[in-house]
C-alpha cells in the first residue's frame, strides 16, 4: 500500500488542522493505520491509531482529548483532526500501515510497514 499525506501547515496556537493519509494499491481493509510525529531533534513518536475495520483506536497521552482520528472507507483515507494545538505539536507527520491485524497494536515505529513521505505542522505561540 502506498500512502500519501496531506493537510499540514502553519496555524496560530489554539487552532485546528485536519491531516488525511490517503491509501492507493490496496483496500485499507485489514490494516491498522497509525500516526506518528518526528519534532526536530527528537525521536519519532506515535500519535494515535486506528483499526480500519473496527473504528477501534488508540492516543497518545499527550494529544488525548484534542486530536481525533477517522476513517472514511470510500475514500480509503484515514484523518487525524487536531484541535487546540500547540507549539509542542510542531513537527513533520507521518502516517503508517500494518496489515493482517483487526485489533491496535503497540504504538511504535516497528509495529508498521509501509510509511508516507509526511506533511509539516507547524504551531505559532
Known amino acids: 500500500v502506498q500512502l500519501v499525506e496531506s493537510g499540514g501547515g502553519l496555524v496560530q496556537a489554539g487552532g485546528s488542522l485536519r491531516l488525511s493519509c490517503a491509501a492507493s494499491?490496496?483496500?485499507?481493509?485489514?490494516?491498522?493505520i497509525g500516526w506518528f510525529r518526528q519534532a526536530p531533534g527528537k525521536e519519532r513518536e506515535g500519535v494515535s491509531e486506528?483499526?480500519?475495520?473496527?473504528?477501534?483506536?488508540q492516543y497518545a497521552d499527550s494529544v488525548k482529548g484534542r486530536f481525533t482520528i477517522s476513517s472514511d472507507n470510500a475514500k480509503n483515507t484515514v484523518y487525524l483532526q487536531m484541535n487546540d494545538l500547540k507549539p509542542e505539536d510542531t513537527a513533520v507527520y507521518y502516517c503508517?500501515?500494518?496489515?493482517?491485524?483487526?485489533?491496535?497494536?503497540?504504538?511504535?515505529?516497528?509495529?508498521?510497514?509501509?510509511w508516507g513521505q509526511g506533511t509539516q505542522v507547524t504551531v505559532s505561540s
Open positions: 503508517a500501515a500494518t496489515y493482517g491485524t483487526n485489533v491496535v497494536v503497540e504504538l511504535r515505529e516497528h509495529e508498521f510497514d509501509s
Open positions: 494499491g490496496d483496500p485499507l481493509n485489514n490494516y491498522v
Open positions: 486506528i483499526v480500519f475495520d473496527y473504528g477501534s483506536t
